[in-house]
């Protein structure tokens, strides 16, 4: 059976029911139908363990970081202990596009899948009509006088459609582009905003653009927050939603790791950590990415402590990163394998560099072979680093009991998390520590543009807000192509963006871009009504 057909063989409970695993009445809900709702009620005390499962550097195959969160948080429950997934939403762009939906796979997924790979309860679109309001705004002042002197618009118009036509348009006779919601601002603020008010204060915070003298224009001159968090005030609130299982899953927010910060919002992930003993939570992509930005940014942000980390590899993706092609990706290959332990390798560097507890997880697939998976075992074992085998695709929580064992075991062990940088770092030495301990690159190169906006910064008192750095998930360097463990390499800066609101500094390297394109042959070729009217093709 595909994923949609194994969600429909499956019962789900109504959503009160499963809100009472987490000690939440009716009364502390929202409703959505039976099987979606918000959570009114906010976070108590945070008694919770915090648990971050990553990934080594992902492949055009996928390899399985919700699946295994989803099966982890279910496995925690199975053996009688109280956990909660706190999860993102998957953007509509992937979903139509290349990568297909994040509601995991097989006996391991969230439901109901097609509402949380599609509208949901409205969060992104409350995001994008938000940030696009903005956006009207700021053209509406300049059409009726332009009172405030705006000479240089810098905040950009969004879509949750992956769209790279829009990546430069002409707006109102200037050069401008489209962001995918993912990536613009406001999904940032939204998730880093501890609270209603909080928002309101990072939205008016914005710098929307520069007047004729070069000083600062914010969103909060055109008197236009309060109707922004109008539009977002319920958005604000975390969904509930259940795994196969019923376990309770907190979704919410949904920034890209590699063109954001790629984590789930601080509300949620506080509120979970005061209803349940442990929460387990993803960072996009590898650790080079999602997990840096999660430590560094998130963590220090939002004061928390994750508790231990799951670092995801997959057999193919160590082929991948050893070169092999598609074609041959799951014919036996040990030597493979052995060459591709090389970005295994980086990762746990990556991870023994934030001091956090952690272990390292083989997502499973059926054309994995027991020699290959002898060799990842054997060079944890010699490194001293935890291991375990993960089936919950497969077999659901059965797969992941002896993963849940572990992690329970790393949450209690001793923990040094330290994140990389301290906050009042000056944001060039922030930028070093992060090319040098994570991407292991030996120079950076700037472009013009970057250097220009890099002294203005300077300026400014800008300099000490953390950092995002924007580039491709496909390898630690800024280089898709540059597989397996680069280091020593020059890794170049194109352009520099400030995201005062969210409040970070936002780097972008290499190529990358923030509005993705679709492929050749997109999925929503693929994704179809059947004769009864059900939804299929969401893969």
Avoid: W
């Avoid at 959505?32 to 009114?40: F, R």
């Avoid at 501890?194 to 055109?222: F, H, K, P, Q, T």
């Avoid at 939570?281 to 990415?289: M, N, P, Q, Y």
Wanted: hydrophobic letters at 40%; a neutral charge; glycine letters at 8%.
């Amino acid at each position: 059976m595909n994923d949609i057909d194994i969600t429909r063989s499956c019962k789900m409970n109504n959503i009160t029911e499963v809100a009472e695993k987490l000690n939440l009445k009716k009364d502390d809900l929202y409703l959505y139908g039976n099987y979606k709702a918000k959570i009114l009620k906010k976070h108590g005390d945070l008694n919770g363990k915090l648990v971050l499962v990553t990934a080594i550097n992902p492949t055009p195959y996928g390899e399985g970081k919700t699946t295994v969160s989803i099966g982890l948080n279910d496995a925690i429950n199975k053996i009688n202990k109280k956990s909660v997934a706190v999860l993102r939403q998957p953007s509509m762009g992937p979903v139509f596009g290349l990568k297909g939906g994040a509601t995991g796979g097989g006996y391991s997924q969230i439901v109901p899948m097609e509402d949380i790979n599609l509208h949901f309860t409205g969060d992104f679109h409350a995001i994008t009509s938000a940030n696009n309001l903005l956006c009207a705004a700021i053209d509406n002042h300049i059409y009726f006088g332009n009172s405030l002197d705006i000479k240089k618009v810098t905040f950009n118009r969004c879509l949750d459609v992956n769209d790279r036509a829009l990546r430069n348009v002409i707006i109102s006779g200037r050069d401008d582009k489209f962001n995918i919601t993912a990536a613009s601002e406001i999904m940032a603020i939204f998730c880093l905003a501890s609270s209603l008010e909080d928002l309101r204060n990072r939205l008016g915070n914005i710098i929307i653009g520069y007047n004729s003298l070069g000083i600062e224009v914010y969103a909060r001159d055109l008197n236009i927050v309060d109707s922004l968090v109008i539009l977002l005030k319920d958005a604000f609130l975390p969904n509930l939603v259940q795994s196969l299982e019923n376990n309770p899953v907190i979704v919410h927010g949904g920034p890209f790791a590699n063109i954001a910060h790629g984590c789930n919002s601080l509300v949620a992930t506080k509120l979970g950590l005061s209803l349940s003993d442990y929460v387990i939570t993803e960072a996009g992509f590898g650790s080079d990415l999602g997990a840096e930005k999660f430590f560094d940014i998130k963590c220090q942000v939002g004061n928390l402590k994750p508790s231990c980390v799951v670092l995801t590899a997959t057999v193919r993706a160590l082929k991948y990163n050893a070169g092999i092609k598609n074609e041959n990706i799951n014919n036996l290959d040990v030597d493979a394998v052995k060459r591709g332990l090389d970005n295994l390798k980086a990762h746990i560097s990556n991870l023994k560099s934030f001091g956090v507890n952690f272990a390292v997880c083989l997502n499973k697939f059926d054309t994995d072979y027991d020699d290959e998976i002898n060799v990842i075992k054997d060079y944890c074992k010699d490194n001293n680093v935890k291991f375990s085998v993960c089936e919950s695709y497969k077999l659901g929580s059965d797969g992941c009991i002896d993963l849940a064992n572990k992690v329970i075991s790393l949450c209690d062990d001793q923990n040094n998390f330290k994140p990389l940088y301290k906050l009042d770092d000056d944001f060039l030495d922030k930028l070093n520590i992060i090319c040098k301990n994570v991407y292991h690159a030996s120079n950076i190169i700037f472009s013009e543009k970057a250097k220009k906006k890099i002294l203005d910064i300077k300026s400014s008192n800008l300099s000490k807000l953390p950092i995002c750095v924007s580039k491709t998930q496909y390898s630690i360097s800024d280089d898709a192509k540059k597989i397996g463990f680069p280091f020593n390499y020059d890794i170049f800066v194109s352009d520099v963006e400030i995201y005062n609101g969210a409040g970070f500094i936002v780097f972008l390297m290499g190529s990358i871009i923030r509005m993705p394109g679709l492929p050749k042959k997109p999925n929503y070729e693929e994704i179809k009504f059947d004769k009864n009217y059900y939804i299929v093709g969401i893969k």
